[in-house]
DNA sequence: TTTAGCACTCGGTTTGTTTGAGTGCTAAAC
DNA sequence: GTTTAGCACTCAAACAAACCGAGTGCTAAA
């Protein structure tokens, strides 16, 4: 009744700021003492209590039933998210232990998703996501075709993003040789590279098969393959570490929450659609029933994209109870985005191997 | 007392069948009433309840305690998968629906495995797991090195056993050309294809950086790529699939048990020691505290190697809790298995991309 | 507007009671 | 010797009553 609707007075702010660093820090409501004795109020309980009632009414607080003290609400954490955190100041030493397994770690681009992914499970005690979102439009690059014997070649195709994929290919007359296939490469980089998948048209096809004369039937196998590697298989990947840490959590003891939530980890779209579609290269913080996933409804999903020249190339995240700790985990993805985009940027060998093949 | 410690008698059999039956259906303990009802014995409840306790001398049955009825032991069980299990006959539905989802994921192993531990996991209820064991010795099959930018190039090798991986690489001088990377290519091939890892020595890179000539300087790099390529990445990999479904079994719904099976299952390594150093080509049971595993006292491993000309690829396995359903779940594991290799032998196109790659 | 005081609420815990499935044992029957 | 019927006993699970206490809302005074 103080506060016209619109915004908060310092005083509620206070005391939201308390219960939510409270009840994050143990899981349990809180009551009007328990903020007064920790907080440097000038008041009495029974003031508090009466704010209290107030950031209830206006949404920013809910109470589990009727005698019990008081638990953010949805509403409450994004406040507190947006305006309230005070943002955690990583100790040296973690930021060394980020360094130090990162590094053990560089080469491919999968790889270093995962160890993240692990150590930021490890070091905010919430479970740790590792994603490769999807991806729509890549074009192709360069291919090379490699002997092995006279009916059977691999060919290795690299998009423009620097992605490799490889496809075992078998002929039914064995007609290979090291020249034959030299020519094909020299063939299919002369007329593919830069295309989009979609812009394989029949004509072409038909024109990489008169300038392979004798070998085209090699073509029309090829070209399918081709296809398959550009389009089909990316459609995003997800990996998940540190499972075993929801269960500390006591929102997760509800056997039938758990296991929703686990279903929808289990699908990985929904996440990975959520993902996919964040636009922003900054961390996003979804809170319950924010996002269209409906299950997590006391959960909190926190992600940052890993970005290189504007191509978002991963993410990696976090997921835990809605009371998560908003400081600790902005603080630990942001650290080591930051120390992934270096690796990715300094060093000589990056981004090896199949970004998708474990797909 | 009847029998002299050495082989059970039918009766005795036909009881501990029943029990094992029966708490695989309902997870509880049984009493000696409920086995009476549900077989065909010519005998009383006190009968029975003579052989429950001898049976229990003997180790097969357990008492969780004083007043409660019987429930196998892990002998029990051992036994019971060894001699008593009925096998469960697939039916024509269920071999259709395998063979239906598993041609349409052919293409690499890495997606046929995962796919088939998704329809295990789905098919018993259990949670599936899929399985690329550790590889120790692999020899060097053969390269390419593809040309991207004049600083940049990618090194694609390819193992003896069919394996691409691929590494970019970029040089301090901007001396790349067309021309030498084919050089390079040459010179690798010529001295590295056939040998292992260990093989590679001081004396045998002067040589090669020797007839690089010019270009020698490429070769420290490469070689380092070459070794880290061919060694370390393949300590094994195992994707888990259907966790969720755990939760439905009242035995993991002791919340301290469960985090327990899933830090071991996020861990891998017990699990993927136990695969890999299976001998067998056959179906492996691995029940309880068989195993040097621990933690999974109370589930149950099944799993099923996937072998190819003498090489094991992969594993499919199927996690539960130790009352399985192992007749269904030997058949399905069977079913699986028999299609994948009708997958991987009978296709042209066959173990593409890397199987290592998403490690 | 703040504060002190008080009655009230209500989930969680404790404690006690009941219930019933299941056993082991014994003595009689086959 | 084996099987059976009967009975006393055990013990976990289910239910119920009682209690506790944190926390609230409200009122009346400061």
Redesign the interface.
Known sequence: MSSEKRALTERKKQILKAIVDAHIEGGEPIGSKYVLKNQQLNCSSATVRNEMAELEEMGYLEQPHASAGRVPSELGYRFYVDSLIERYAMTTNEIAQINALLKAKM??L??IL?AASNLASSMTNYTGIAIKPRVNSVLI??F?A???EPDHY?L?A?DSD?N???????TDAPILTQVSLAKLTRVLNTHLTGLSAEQITLPLMMKIEAEMGSDSSLVNDVIK?IY?LLNEPDNG?MRI????RL??YPEY?D?SQ??EL??T??KKEDILNLVSQSENEDISVVIGSESQVKVMNNSALVFKPIVKDGKTLGAIGVLGPRRMDYAKVLATLEGLSGNISNIIHAN????????????
Chains 1, 2 share one sequence.
Do not use: A, F, M, W
């Open positions: 080469g491919e999968d790889q995962l690059g360069t090379e490699i002997y092995l691999i290795v690299v620097g490799v994929k490889s496809k075992h290919l078998r393959v398959d990947e570490s540190g499972i075993d269960l500390q003891s056997v758990l296991q686990l279903g980890l289990e000589k060998q990056l981004n090896g191997g199949e970004p998708d093949g474990g797909k």
